[in-house]
C-alpha cells in the first residue's frame, strides 16, 4: 500500500511560480508511474502530467506544455510538479497520484491505484 502526501500549494499571483512535492511511502516507489491531476470547483478530475518509474517518459495535458514539468527523485521517494508562469485558470486543487504497471493509461484517473488528499493552488489575476 502506498501512501501518497502533497505539499508546496498556495495563493501565488498571475505569472508566478510553485512547486508542489508528493512525498511517498509504504510502497516501492521506484517501480512505479506518477501522475499529477487537478480538480477545479464544479469540474472533473483532470490529468495535468505523468512520469514514467525510471523518469524517462513524461507526458503533460496541452494546457501546461511549456510551463509545468514533472520529475521524480526515487531516492527521495518524491515526486514534483514545477509550475511556472501561472494562470487563473490553473486554480485547483492539485492531487498525486501512483499507478502501478506500465507507462499507459494515466490520463484515466480510473486507472491509478493509489491517491494523495490533495493540496490546493489558488493564481490570482
Known amino acids: 500500500q502506498v501512501q501518497l502526501v502533497e505539499s508546496g500549494g498556495g495563493l501565488v499571483q498571475a505569472g508566478g511560480s510553485l512547486r508542489l512535492s508528493c512525498a511517498a511511502s509504504g510502497g516501492t516507489f521506484g517501480y512505479v508511474v506518477m501522475g499529477w491531476f487537478r480538480q477545479a470547483p464544479g469540474k472533473e478530475r483532470e490529468f495535468v502530467a505523468a512520469i514514467s518509474w525510471s523518469g524517462g517518459g513524461t507526458s503533460y495535458t496541452d494546457s501546461v506544455k511549456g510551463r509545468f514539468t514533472i520529475s521524480r527523485d526515487n531516492a527521495k521517494n518524491t515526486v514534483y510538479l514545477q509550475m511556472n508562469s501561472l494562470k487563473p485558470e490553473d486554480t485547483a486543487v492539485y492531487y498525486c497520484?501512483?499507478?502501478?504497471?506500465?507507462?499507459?493509461?494515466?490520463?484515466?484517473?480510473?486507472?491509478?491505484?493509489?491517491w494523495g488528499k490533495g493540496t490546493l493552488v489558488t493564481v490570482s489575476s
Open positions: 497520484a501512483a499507478k502501478r504497471g506500465y507507462f499507459s493509461n494515466y490520463q484515466d484517473p480510473a486507472m491509478m491505484n493509489y
